[in-house]
């Protein structure tokens, strides 16, 4: 962790190596959810990861690299499950952003409906951080549901984020329970 968090940190580091060093970030946080006894490492690290995660979506965003937002998207989610209820800290400081790019997104092009897909499956993950009280994003919770209801109305039949909103909706029910 020590040598990756620098390279995505440093002003000099090409967004190309922040990307692949998220990508690394991804692969370690996989392993983690294989070894339950290790699940904890990623906690001494979380504020700090945090705050990286924010500045890389920022500027993912900022330079439309889709390519860097989908792998904080990915490291997100892991993260999410990782941590679980403790994942519910970092909630508010992301899930803005995602209801955001959520409805600003494009489906001009392939890329932009695998980026929207992929942020759906996000939002159900960060969401589910709050299986044990769902009380605090209730408000979300009711926006969120509202505007797949909507995008889900007006996809294609044969649309791939149907199955990230089914699974979402999946997601929310059987933690509701």
Excluded at 133 to 154: H, K, R
Aim: charged content about 20%.
């Amino acid at each position: 962790m020590t040598a990756i968090l620098p390279l995505m940190t440093s002003e000099e580091t090409h967004i190309k190596i922040k990307t692949r060093a998220i990508s690394t970030m991804i692969n370690f946080s996989r392993e983690l959810l294989n070894h339950e006894e290790e699940k904890n490492l990623l906690n001494m690290y979380a504020d700090n990861l945090a705050n990286i995660l924010v500045n890389l979506f920022q500027l993912g965003i900022s330079k439309e690299y889709y390519p860097l937002i989908e792998e904080v998207l990915s490291v997100l989610s892991i993260w999410a499950e990782l941590l679980g209820d403790k994942f519910s800290t970092y909630y508010g400081t992301f899930m803005p952003g995602l209801k955001n790019l959520l409805s600003t997104l494009g489906t001009d092009n392939t890329e932009q409906i695998n980026l929207r897909t992929l942020t759906i499956s996000t939002i159900g993950h960060l969401m589910a951080s709050f299986k044990e009280n769902y009380e605090p994003i209730s408000g979300d919770l009711t926006e969120v549901m509202g505007a797949l209801i909507n995008l889900q109305n007006n996809l294609a039949e044969d649309d791939a984020q149907h199955k990230a909103i089914i699974e979402v909706y999946g997601t929310l029910c059987n933690s509701l329970k």
